[in-house]
């Protein structure tokens, strides 16, 4: 059952519509769904119920997080978004 969801968590993740939304949580996901545990997944899936442009916004920090979705995995996803900037290049990742 874990596997199922993990795959479609990952499916959500990475076809958001939203280029830079894609990479950065589309490659979170990718790299670290399977290490989180069931309570940091339900955390991760509100975050991706979220509309792109809200969601990119908190993570990239151009506009506050509502204080119910800062948690762990948001912060894990903004130090991924900056190692992806680092290793995608400035106009990827942003």
Known sequence: MQDVRLKKL?????HRG???ADIIIGGFAE???EQLSPDQLDEFER???????YLYAW???REP???QFEG???DLIRTFRFFAHSTLGA???A
């Open 10 to 14: 990952l499916f959500r993740a990475s």
């Open 18 to 20: 939203f280029r830079e």
């Open 31 to 33: 790299a670290h769904l």
């Open 47 to 53: 975050l991706i119920d979220q509309e792109d442009q």
């Open 59 to 61: 993570i990239i920090g």
């Open 65 to 67: 997080t509502p204080e």
């Open 72 to 74: 762990e995995v948001m």
């Open 91 to 93: 106009d990827r990742g």
